[in-house]
């Protein structure tokens, strides 16, 4: 009876072995924007790269529009294993690494191909790995594009900012940004950010185009400047023990797919940040302020003390380097 029982305990395990050997890996990505944004279609893309490729090995459930986490909360679920992907802003990284916040210094990049020059460098490959030792893996950087400021009032120059409150990311170069601007900086939610537009509980806020159009800012923001003072863009990351955990063969699988997805999703932010302009300006509910050469030069009088500000934290030498990309 005894080793009957044996018997059917070894049949009872070994196949449940071959079960849990079975079962899909999920990877759960979350992200905070619309799904026709760039980072919503590179998410979708890379869902359909790695289901189409693992052959059910690993499943892909992307939560668009803050369903699963905020970006504020994101980074510390994933740690704890509740999440494996997400493309958080390089702004809200700042508890982890203050390096990064060298991607938020005003009128530092002179467009998006120079952000890309200086992502794709060996220092801002540095910049992608240097998570590691809090845990977390940068599998990549996402482009969303340049970001415009939008207000209840029209914002040609800096003093029309005075005394206006704006949301932003949780970035103190950010902050400073607009407390070089005599405005009242706001850390909160994406979430939460049409809400507070549509109440008038702040003023105004920083996006890119995509974002503006995507969450309909346009239609309870009536001015938006474009004055493309600082970029907006994401890196995709995971933690370290999900990643070293899966096999290599599945690893290298799962990366490809990423790459590919993450390809797309740069090659189509530029179109898209163009067709939500047009968009925008379509809509007759917000109309687009051009800025003069002088009125721009005095946006970047205005904001460039906080480069010398934040100098020490972010390091000299990577500043240089960030600059040296607008070179081409
Ligand atoms: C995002 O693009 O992921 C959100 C950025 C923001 O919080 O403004």
Redesign the pocket.
């Known amino acids: 009876m005894r080793l009957l029982t044996a018997a059917v305990a070894t049949v009872a395990m070994t196949l449940g072995a071959q079960f849990a050997a079975a079962a899909p890996i999920e990877i759960k990505f979350s992200?905070?924007?619309a799904e026709n944004?760039p980072?919503g279609k590179m998410a979708v893309r890379f869902k359909e790269l790695v289901e189409e490729r693992l052959d059910g090995k690993v499943t892909v459930s992307v939560f668009p529009n803050s369903q699963l986490f905020g970006?504020n909360k994101v980074l510390e679920a994933m740690l704890l294993g509740d999440v494996q992907m997400a493309?958080?802003?390089l702004?809200?990284f700042q508890k982890y690494t203050t390096q990064l916040q060298v991607f938020d210094l005003p009128f530092l990049f002179k467009d998006m191909a120079a952000v890309d020059r200086f992502q794709q460098s060996e220092t801002g490959q540095e910049l992608l790995n240097s998570l590691r030792k809090k845990g977390l893996v940068g599998l990549g950087y996402l482009h969303?594009g340049m970001k415009q400021m939008s207000a209840n009032t029209p914002l040609r120059v800096p003093a029309d900012a005075a005394g206006k409150k704006f949301r932003i990311?949780t970035s103190d170069v950010l902050q400073a940004q607009f407390e070089e601007l005599d405005a009242v900086p706001l850390k909160k939610?994406?979430s939460e950010?049409f809400t507070l537009l549509q109440t008038k509980a702040i003023d105004g806020a920083e996006?890119?185009w995509s974002?503006i159009y995507s969450k309909k800012f346009h239609e309870v923001q009536p001015y938006i400047t474009e004055t493309n003072h600082g970029v907006?863009d994401?890196m995709v990351v995971t933690s370290a023990e999900f990643w070293n955990g899966l096999d290599d063969d599945v690893r290298a699988e799962v990366k490809k797919a990423l790459d590919e997805a993450i390809a797309y999703g740069n090659q189509i932010s530029g179109e898209q940040a163009a067709a939500d302009r047009q968009a925008i300006i379509d809509s007759g509910r917000s109309e687009v302020i051009e800025i003069t050469e002088a009125e721009r030069q005095q946006w970047v009088d205005a904001m460039k003390p906080v480069w010398k500000q934040f100098e020490d934290e972010i390091g000299a030498d990577l500043i240089e380097a960030a600059l040296k990309a607008n070179e081409g």
């Open positions: 992200h905070v924007v944004t980072k970006d493309a958080p802003s702004s809200k969303n990311m939610p994406f950010v996006n890119p974002n907006l994401y």
